[in-house]
């Protein structure tokens, strides 16, 4: 198993950047897929983006991709969103979330979650 806990989430200016951060625990994390998603007040929780459990490859939403970077350190069990040019429609509760095996764009794929954080996007 793994737990997870996301960080760095807050109130920004539109056009403005947040690195949000998830640490898990656990040995085998390095076997895991990891994924952001989001969910904004009365709306589904959405993919944003993924990364491979050895960092190779990544995955973007359309609505994310060239502005939000996924990165991860093995070494330091954390996964990391960069998210730049921050707009208000980004503003939502963000989770990470892992799962051993292939990668997959669905929330209901996933089986270990962290308890989110708040990004908020004034305009």
């Known amino acids: 198993q793994v737990q997870l806990v996301e960080s760095g989430g807050g109130l920004v200016q539109a056009g403005g950047s947040l690195r949000l951060s998830c640490a898990a625990s656990g040995r085998t994390f390095s076997s895991y897929v990891m994924g952001w998603f989001r969910q904004a007040p009365g709306k589904e929780r959405d993919f944003v983006a993924v990364?491979?459990?050895?960092?190779?490859?990544?995955h973007y939403a359309d609505s994310v991709k060239g502005r939000f970077t996924i990165s991860r350190d093995n070494s330091k069990n954390m996964v990391y969103l960069q998210m730049d040019s921050l707009k208000p429609e980004d503003t939502a509760v963000y989770y990470c979330?892992?799962?051993?095996?292939?990668?997959?764009?669905?929330?209901?794929?996933?089986?270990?979650w962290g308890q989110g954080t708040q990004v908020t996007v004034s305009s």
């Open positions: 979330a892992g799962r051993r095996g292939l990668i997959y764009t669905v929330p209901h794929e996933y089986d270990y």
């Open positions: 990364i491979s459990s050895s960092g190779g490859s990544t």
